[in-house]
């Protein structure tokens, strides 16, 4: 594309689909016509597979047009009548969590919803160091010495059976969860999970908190076929949608279907800013307005994971529980302090993982597998999704403990699963923990094991050998610096959500001359560009973010440079009551 094969930073630009360089253009032109846009945004909605009769409700994805009937989820109805019967009973009900985003946005719907409904509802969330990932029995034990009569466990129980049988005859348990099930799920009143092998809601790019607000809806129309609230106020459930949004946007979850309506529908909700703790985390981490799927992934989602990673386990749902402002904003500043912690821990760890991640890329492995003393077992998994963008490579990162043990996070790339090449070493025996999904994984082994684990690894996914070393760029068309209007950049807009299943469209802008660069922002880290055809006329504003470890920024401000090809994104600013284009830049290339 543009005829290039290495941009500076060594990436080939392609056609995201190949027609899109036959066509011309062209084949966007009967949708763009019928969904009211233009033809370049018609041309993107047919790349995403959307015709005529589907893109109106890719444009406007509304629950009353995409969600499913909850009962298609196997167990979901015994599920809500156990639910309702805790309602009705008025019984203690404890909540299992997760210790990442979407563990403690599933355990605040369900808390929240249940509590408002008059269950008495404790909480717990496990300590990642301490007790690990999933149920655990001094915990369970402790919930029950309490009075819980029912545990629900959001975001981990499908791999727990033989923890959670500890539990038989004393209380029982639901699970709602989206992890990989291998074979049957576990002995308890109900496990809901899109992907157990024999539930065909087709439903599996959930994550726990979609299964979780299903539940919610099953559970209300459960009382409500009871006649439990005749005279009572029925909970509002389209409420929750703020933190099923933000979890489905940090667990990657695929944003089209029904994940396309939660999160579309979420983010006006959060838009509301209702909820008194996630009001105070976007004033503490400043975030603008409008508010978006970068601002869950970006703003949001980092801050609330900072504390399972490396402080207190629940601080990111004591937070979402929140409804007293002054203590709200204790707790946004306390998670803010702690991320920025972890960005020091991260970057300490990065540069000598990348070391060794060089070295075993240059040996030809297809996937990096990296462990050292000293490395916090809470940001393996950032560290790896840092090394992942840099190689193209499934990477796994693990800390070794002082009891000779490794425990580890791993990232994938697309269409190479290696949750279930995870799940496949340990049921060889080659981990003592281990499983995931498709795009990420958690694992544990002893030390010796590492080696072994990574041999099976480079065979089972060998497939990844043969990537690129940096990820194509895809693009989906060409507009000139003149064509980049306020006008293009919001009909663009329109493809919004962006995320996993919906990139947002990248375009590239041919033969461009910087008029001027400046460095701005914290540190100088984002250099901005003003940039003109070759001809001059219009110009446009363009940013590049962390330029200090960009390849193009040093051709970025050479006034002498050649003229340049840029990628990137187009995009409609407002500030200050007043709307302009801005190209965010991400990639470069010098034009032949």
């Given amino acids: 594309m543009l005829g290039v094969r290495s941009s500076l930073s060594g990436r080939r630009w392609l056609w995201r689909d190949s027609r899109l360089a036959v066509d011309g253009g062209r084949i966007g032109l009967m949708i763009a016509q019928q969904a009211g846009v233009s033809e370049l945004v018609g041309q993107m909605l047919a790349v995403r597979g959307l015709d005529g009769g589907t893109a109106a409700t890719f444009l406007d994805p509304t629950l009353r047009a995409l969600m499913p009937d909850p009962s298609m989820l196997r167990d979901m109805d015994a599920a809500a009548e156990r639910l309702a019967e805790a309602v009705r009973r008025g019984e203690t009900v404890a909540v299992f969590g997760d210790y990442d985003v979407d563990g403690a946005c599933a355990a605040a719907l369900m808390t929240g919803l249940l509590r408002g409904l008059g269950c008495p509802v404790m909480t717990h969330v496990p300590d990642r160091i301490t007790e690990g990932y999933g149920p655990n029995a001094p915990a369970l034990e402790a919930l029950v010495a309490r009075g819980a009569t029912l545990v629900v466990c959001v975001d981990c129980g499908t791999a727990a059976g033989d923890v959670l049988a500890t539990l038989a005859g ?46 919610a809806v099953a559970l209300v129309r459960a009382l409500r076929r009871a006649g439990w609230f005749a005279g009572r106020p029925e909970p509002d459930l389209m409420a929750f949608l703020d933190i099923v949004a933000l979890a489905t946007v940090c667990d990657v979850m695929p944003l089209t279907g029904l994940n396309r309506a939660l999160v579309t529908q979420g983010l006006k909700v959060l838009a509301r800013r209702q909820r008194v ?27 609330i994971n900072a504390g399972g990673r490396i402080a207190e386990s629940g601080l990111g749902l004591d937070l979402l529980l929140c409804d007293d402002a002054a203590e709200a904003r204790r707790l946004a500043e306390r998670l803010d302090a ?76 697309m269409d190479i699963d290696l949750g279930a090449a995870i799940i496949a070493a340990r049921q060889m025996g080659l981990l003592t923990t281990g499983g995931g999904h498709a795009m990420a994984a958690g694992f544990s082994l002893p030390l010796a094991g590492v080696p072994a684990l990574h041999d099976f690894l480079n065979t089972r996914l060998c497939d990844a050998a043969a990537l690129p070393d940096a990820v194509d760029v895809p693009i989906e068309g060409v507009v000139h610096v003149a064509g980049a209007t306020v006008a293009l950049a919001s009909d663009i807009g ?61 051709t970025l401000e050479d006034r002498n440079a050649p003229p340049l090809h840029l990628a990137g994104w187009l995009r409609a600013e407002n500030w200050n009551g007043r709307t302009d284009a801005s190209f965010f830049i991400r990639d470069a290339a010098i034009a032949s």
């Avoid at 009143?189 to 979609?210: E, F, Y």
């Avoid at 703790?277 to 801050?303: H, I, K, M, N, Q």
């Avoid at 077992?377 to 990477?395: H, Y």
Wanted: with cysteine; hydrophobic share 45%; aromatic share 4%.
């Fill in 494 to 554: 329109r493809l919004a959500p962006f995320g996993a299943g919906n990139d947002e469209p990248v375009l590239a802008i041919p033969r461009v001359r910087v008029v001027r660069a400046d460095r701005i922002g914290r540190e100088g880290g984002t250099l901005r560009v003003l940039v003109e055809g070759e001809g001059g006329g219009p110009r446009l504003k363009a940013l590049l973010f962390r330029a200090d470890d960009h390849p193009a920024a040093a």
């Fill in 338 to 413: 702690v991320n920025r912690r972890r960005q020091t821990v991260e970057t300490a760890i990065l540069d000598r993982a990348m070391e060794d991640a060089a070295a075993q890329r240059a040996a030809g492995h297809a996937v990096l597998l990296l462990s050292g003393r000293d490395w916090h077992p809470g940001v393996v998994g950032i560290v790896a999704g840092r090394i992942k963008e840099r190689f193209n490579r499934p990477v796994l990162v693990g800390a070794e403990l002082e009891d000779g043990t490794v425990k580890g996070s791993g990232r994938s790339v």
């Fill in 170 to 215: 004393r209380a029982e348990i639901v699970v709602l969860d989206h992890h990989k099930a291998e074979g049957a799920p576990p002995s308890v009143l109900a496990t809901v999970n899109p992907n157990r092998p024999d539930c065909v809601s087709g439903q599996r790019g959930l994550c726990a908190a979609g299964v979780a607000f299903l539940t």
């Fill in 277 to 303: 703790g996630l009001e105070a985390l976007l004033e503490v981490a400043g975030a603008r307005d409008p508010l978006s799927a970068f601002t869950c992934g970006f703003a949001l989602g980092p801050r």
